[in-house]
């Protein structure tokens, strides 16, 4: 089965759904100078360790689906290749501060987080072919899918969209009609969770938010996110929103112990509302391939720490 799962962040609604040896970490797998550099300035200026602030980052939810509170997960990641898909049925074509801010950010955020994680992302302003893919995803159960379109289903379901929220249309219609028509046709599936929650999302002060899903051969393995963001908002508000949410999407959170993307301490004084040099090492380190998808807690804390200490050699 693949699960759907909620937590929300500070600052931002997000609707989730989610061992190697000491003596054998590969040299292209240790941590360099740059990265070491990070790691010290973060406990020097913080206090905290960064095992245990590494840990909690790809571990920890503030508030989970399943429970309504805060939890702690198996490690939630993308196994391969993703593609990075902008569809609003033409809203994005027809907006051009859309395509001017938040399209041309998408890009940019697409492009580091490729060369972080050494994935290939499409990245393409299209719709999401419903009829086709529908016909695969409401298999649930993987086995289910005919052997010849196992291989296609892994490779072309890896989707993170971003969805920017057309105020005019909801005005026009209701908020109600947006999201049956809009929001859970574009998850491949009719799901009146995901109706609920964007209904809840919008009605809310909140800016931006994303459902994420996971797989259906690895409940831990991420395959599927869609991002909402609120269109009438600053160009400010537009970019820090893409920024947070293609970061979240691709597995680290907010939790009791992790405070929301932005609220991160900004080492060496970046420009503000942009992810920093932090960010990216956490996401660099998540990942590196000793740190396995459905892996606890404790097996990360041991990972990073033996990560560290062999980098430091």
């Not at 491949?188 to 209904?199: D, G, H, K």
């Not at 991002?227 to 959170?253: H, R």
């Not at 040099?277 to 380190?285: A, R």
């Amino acid at each position: 089965m693949n699960k759907i799962r909620t937590y929300l962040s500070i600052g931002f609604l997000v609707v989730t759904i989610c061992l190697v040896p000491f003596g054998s970490v590969r040299a292209e797998n240790l941590l360099s100078s740059d990265d070491l550099q990070i790691i010290n300035k973060f406990e020097n200026k913080t206090g905290v360790s960064f095992n245990e602030f590494f840990a909690d980052a790809v571990h920890d939810e503030e508030l989970c689906f399943e429970t309504r509170s805060a939890c702690t997960l198996p490690l939630n990641k993308f196994a391969s290749n993703i593609n990075f898909l902008l569809g609003n049925d033409g809203f994005v074509e027809r907006d051009e501060r859309i395509r001017r801010v938040g399209v041309k950010e998408a890009y940019e955020v697409r492009k580091t987080i490729s060369r972080v994680t050494d994935f290939k992302i499409d990245f393409a302003i299209k719709e999401i072919d419903i009829k086709e893919r529908a016909t695969y995803f409401r298999e649930i159960d993987v086995s289910a899918i005919p052997t010849e379109n196992r291989k296609r289903w892994k490779e072309d379901f890896r989707i993170v969209h971003l969805l920017f929220v057309e105020q005019e249309l909801i005005d026009l219609t209701s908020v109600e009609f947006y999201a049956k028509s809009w929001v859970s046709k574009k998850i491949f599936w009719e799901n009146e969770t995901f109706v609920e929650s964007f209904i809840s999302f919008y009605k809310s002060p909140l800016l931006c938010a994303g459902v994420f899903v996971t797989a259906p051969w690895d409940e831990d393995e991420l395959l599927f996110t869609q991002i909402w963001i609120k269109s009438n908002i600053s160009d400010f508000e537009l970019t820090k929103c893409v920024q947070e949410e293609l970061y979240n999407a691709m597995g680290p959170s907010e939790g009791e112990n992790v405070p929301s993307v932005f609220d991160w301490p900004n080492l060496f004084n970046e420009e503000p509302g942009k992810l920093t040099k932090l960010h990216w090492l956490v996401l660099k380190i998540l990942y590196m391939p000793q740190f396995e998808i459905g892996q606890s807690k404790d097996e990360t804390r041991v990972e990073i720490a033996e990560l560290i200490d062999a980098s430091r050699k």
